[in-house]
């Protein structure tokens, strides 16, 4: 039905060839009776950021907490610096943001980032850490007087105090403005630039492209596609296009690349991994298209198409 | 796969003892405070105490005698009991289901924060306060109650309490390892109130009725109620096995509390 994602002859990522600094091996974990995670593989090279992308429930927060020794696997191994995640020297070179729902409200921002900073060897200074988390001037803030945005970013400013090798950040721009993400996204690169390698989770595609040098795809637990941002948007049938027809459904939807047609008031909205021959196959078979549009895909979309490509789910697509 | 796995050299891989001691300090340092910042916490905790302690030991009973001694005196030991438990298990059950049922105590957990100091830290704070409500109650007896304390025997007493203040920050940590945020406050208060009363920590044990006076025994308050007492020269039984109920009640809810824990990493991680 429609084309096949080439994840397999993807370049390789221009970091790949660096040391791994946390590896899930064929790892899975229940929760009771949820799968949360099946047969996971997941490399992450020093130096690079990898990008975790998916719905909401598909594992990501699971992987992370694994490779933080949070938790443990009920299968494979997990691997960090080539040893256990729990072992302190691992915890001293590691920083990580979780999703938190409340954290100690009567302490103040300085007084936060005071304390774990002397869990580390060398953190940063206070004014470095608080920079690069924009939190410039709040420092005598507490914690509860902080809005949404500001509390993330405090969060994030507790995973980097430490001036760790690797950061895991679980959804970091949950909940910024489109502003904050910027600046985050900016210090995540700086980061980068000095030589940190980063893991992080995120369902909006849009910042795994902006960060990643490396996009794993995950849902319902599984690995469903992994690469470059380039391969990923081109795998994901990132398009969807709108136009009025006088095709019926049927024939809209035995066009190549079509993956699915949807009819939304007086026109149609087809989903397609490869826009460009489904609008030229449309305008061919229909002179009388009108008010055609073709816009990105969201998520949901690119989902749409990686969850259909992989109907049959093993991993042969993957990488390595 | 061509990378290989490799342990990278790491520059500091033990951390120096003054460092870590250093963590400690701060640790509790900043639990303290951030209890203290909390009225919810700080002034219910001390002021429950104090206003029983004022009704009933110094304005209603005022001159009488219980177990030979002063009421003023003996209700010092008994509302001392009874502070230095709720500073316990508020501190303990309330705090660490909060922390830990809100992904804070991950936040801990994932960085290199020694893990005992987190403990350490919760012990230190409700230590503190259990002093200070003992103080507390002392100062205004002997102000207002015609309370005589020599040193030492005031000593002994703040010694007591705030020592067997522990156990009950070990049932606060079991609470605080199986509870949600949310139930987290009542059923501290549920297991607190009813326990505080049968124990003798309100209305002494003499005039309970004979069937409260047979369970009392079973329950950790009222070893260390009697401990207490027995300094002001009210106590009940051989004080080496109050210690023992005391040490037993706290080991086993350190049990509980470790299943707990567990229980988390393997459901919810």
């Not at chain 1, 490396?214 to 795998?235: F, L, Y």
């Not at chain 2, 309100?202 to 401990?227: D, K, N, S, T, Y």
């Amino acid at each position: 039905m429609i084309a096949e994602i080439d994840i397999a002859q993807s370049r390789p990522s221009k970091r790949r060839s660096g040391t791994v600094v946390a590896r899930l091996t064929n790892v899975s974990k229940n929760y009771g009776e949820v799968r949360a995670l099946r047969s996971v593989d997941l490399d992450v090279h020093a130096g690079e950021v990898v990008a975790v992308l998916g719905p909401n429930g598909a594992g990501k927060t699971t992987a992370v907490k694994l490779l933080l020794g949070l938790a443990a696997a009920n299968w494979g191994r997990v691997s960090v610096f080539g040893g256990d995640p729990r072992n302190p020297e691992n915890r001293m070179r590691t920083g990580a943001m979780l999703q938190v729902g409340r954290v100690p409200e009567t302490l103040r921002v300085r007084e936060h980032i005071d304390l774990f900073s002397s869990y580390y060897p060398s953190p940063l200074p206070l004014a470095d850490a608080l920079r690069a988390a924009g939190l410039q001037g709040l420092d005598k803030r507490p914690f509860g007087e902080l809005s949404a945005g500001q509390k993330q970013r405090l969060l994030f400013a507790l995973a980097i105090c430490g001036n760790p090798d690797l950061l895991f950040l679980d959804e970091p721009t949950v909940g910024l403005d489109v502003e904050a993400r910027r600046v985050l996204w900016d210090e995540i690169r700086r980061l980068v630039g000095r030589g940190k390698t980063v893991l992080l989770t995120t369902h909006y595609l849009q910042e795994a492209d902006a960060l990643a040098d490396r996009i794993v795809v995950i849902n319902q637990g599984a690995i469903i596609a992994e690469g470059t941002p380039s391969d990923i948007k081109a795998g994901t049938a990132g398009r969807q296009i709108r136009c009025g027809s006088s095709l019926p459904i049927a024939a809209i939807c035995s066009i190549p690349g079509v993956l699915e047609v949807r009819s939304d008031r007086d026109a149609f909205v087809i989903s397609a991994c490869d826009a460009e021959r489904v609008v030229r196959e449309l305008l061919t078979r229909d002179p009388y298209v009108s008010g055609l549009e073709v816009t990105s895909a969201g998520l949901e979309e690119a989902f749409l198409a990686l969850t259909q490509n992989n109907a049959q789910p093993e991993a042969s697509r993957r990488i390595s | 796969m061509s990378a290989v796995v490799t342990t990278l050299p790491s520059a500091a891989i033990q951390r120096p003892l003054r460092q870590t001691l250093a963590i400690y300090a701060k640790e509790a340092k900043y639990d303290f405070l951030g209890r203290l910042r909390l009225p919810v916490y700080s002034i219910s905790t001390v002021m429950f105490p104090v206003m029983f302690y004022i009704l009933f030991g110094l304005l209603l009973n005022r001159g009488h005698e219980v177990g030979g001694v002063n009421v003023a005196a003996y209700m010092i030991a008994t509302y001392g009991t009874f502070g230095v438990m709720g500073a316990s298990l508020f501190g303990f059950g309330v705090g660490v289901a909060m922390e830990r049922g809100l992904g804070w105590l991950q936040v801990k957990r994932a960085s290199p924060m020694p893990p005992f100091a987190y403990f350490a830290a919760k012990v230190v704070t409700c230590m503190a306060f259990s002093a200070i409500i003992v103080l507390l109650l002392m100062t205004l007896g002997m102000l207002f109650g015609g309370v005589h304390f020599g040193a030492a025997e005031a000593l002994k007493l703040l010694a007591t309490l705030v020592v067997g203040s522990v156990c009950f920050c070990a049932m606060g940590l079991a609470i605080g390892s199986f509870a949600g945020p949310n139930s987290a406050p009542a059923i501290v208060n549920l297991l607190y109130l009813p326990m505080s009363f049968a124990s003798g920590l309100w209305i002494p044990i003499e005039m309970l009725p004979r069937f409260l006076q047979r369970v009392a025994p079973l329950l950790p308050p009222f070893h260390l109620g009697q401990l207490a007492l027995g300094v002001v020269g009210a106590g009940r039984g051989a004080n080496g096995q109050h210690w023992e109920a005391l040490i037993g009640f706290a080991l086993l809810c350190l049990g509980i509390a470790r299943v707990g824990f567990q229980r988390d990493e393997r459901t919810s991680g």
